[in-house]
């Protein structure tokens, strides 16, 4: 099985034994040390993850850390775990005061059910009082998926890890911010909207009391016609015939949309996705500013300096077969089925000699 098979097999054996759990130590057997495992760090290896680590700090003799996963020897997350019927608090634990002496960036906090993943973007070597990644394993979502795969033994670049952690943490809590006011909006939410279309001169309590049924109404019929376009959009246009792997795309791709057309380009969520995916892989070899996204109507391009003549691959990601772009060896485009925004990582060498190409002057258009 893959990665996302695995992550889900252990979800549905959570569902099914959680029941029959009934200790802390047997939710991390059951649950936790089989997660640890997924993420390809051998657990019966003191060198890679040691059990009720323990160090005395301070004045506190003794206290243990339920797991620590190292690397060349060195601690790079810290995991304390809770029964699996326990509400996560990690700033009661003992992870907190660990976190500051160690070198490790990260520390997870889980009952086997819910993860919580925290770093110091904040301030460093002090465990922000936010996670800036959270999911409950029986209920993953691709997005999160995608963020998780990072954290795997072989892909893990503490780096990349911590760039697209700061964008995740914000961009988590926008998120919400935004579920929290379209299910019960909050007076400066209204007031925003009410301000601009209101037509006296004051916004009274008793015009914002009116206007909340306003908002929240509007904003979910909204949001309920964007899904239904979208469903619509999927059921009226038919997939291209399936091409095999290795076909070279036809060499009009790179035509340029036409003014009518810019109207009509959504640059998705899943794009922006992809696109920090592409900059964790190229982080290692690149200045990431030097990295930019063009959205078309048609497919989703990745530049070096911003440059079409650039392309370090493309994307298509709207509908619901997905594919990705990039150069061979003799300077054709190969157009790849991709199953999910994981499916990226395997071409990472693809990717990072893409853009070595034109670092080197060689800038032939796609």
């Not at 009009?252 to 964790?280: G, H, L, P, R, W």
Request: proline share 2%; net charge negative; hydrophobic share 35%.
């Amino acid at each position: 099985m893959d990665f996302i098979d695995q992550i889900k097999a252990l979800g549905d054996k959570v569902i099914k034994m959680k029941d029959q759990i009934n200790t802390e130590e047997a939710t991390k057997n059951a649950f936790v040390l089989p997660f640890i495992q997924i993420l390809g760090y051998d657990i019966f290896n003191p060198t890679e993850v040691i059990p009720e680590f323990i160090s005395d700090i301070g004045t506190k003799k003794g206290e243990k850390v339920d797991f620590v996963i190292l690397k060349e020897g060195k601690p790079i997350i810290l995991i304390e775990c809770k029964f699996w019927r326990e509400d996560l608090n990690a700033h009661n634990s003992q992870v907190v005061r660990y976190f500051h002496v160690t070198e490790s960036r990260f520390a997870i906090v889980t009952n086997g059910i819910n993860y919580q993943f925290f770093t110091d973007l904040e301030d460093a070597n002090k465990l922000d009082k936010k996670a800036f990644l959270e999911f409950d394993i029986t209920d993953m979502k691709d997005r999160t998926l995608n963020e998780l795969k990072k954290f795997k033994k072989e892909n893990f670049e503490l780096e990349s890890i911590l760039y697209c952690a700061n964008e995740l943490k914000y961009s988590t809590e926008i998120r919400n911010i935004l579920a929290d006011n379209f299910a019960n909006p909050s007076d400066i939410f209204v007031k925003f909207f009410a301000t601009q279309v209101y037509t006296g001169k004051i916004v009274t309590a008793k015009i914002l009391e009116q206007f909340k049924g306003i908002v929240k109404n509007t904003v979910n019929n909204y949001l309920n016609d964007l899904i239904h376009d979208r469903i619509k959009s999927v059921l009226t246009h038919k997939e291209p015939e399936e091409k095999d792997p290795n076909t070279t795309l036809p060499t009009d791709i790179t035509q340029q949309e036409t003014e009518d057309n810019k109207d009509k380009i959504e640059t998705t969520v899943e794009e922006m996705e992809a696109y920090y995916i592409v900059k964790a892989i190229l982080r290692p070899y690149i200045d990431i500013n030097r990295v930019f996204f063009r959205d078309t109507v048609s497919y989703f391009n990745i530049l070096l300096d911003d440059n079409n003549r650039k392309l370090i691959c493309r994307l298509w990601l709207n509908k619901e077969t997905k594919y990705l772009g990039y150069l061979d060896e003799n300077r054709k485009e190969q157009k790849i089925k991709i199953n999910s925004l994981n499916d990226i990582y395997q071409y990472t060498d693809v990717i990072v000699k893409n853009m070595q190409l034109h670092l080197k002057g060689k800038e032939e258009g796609m």
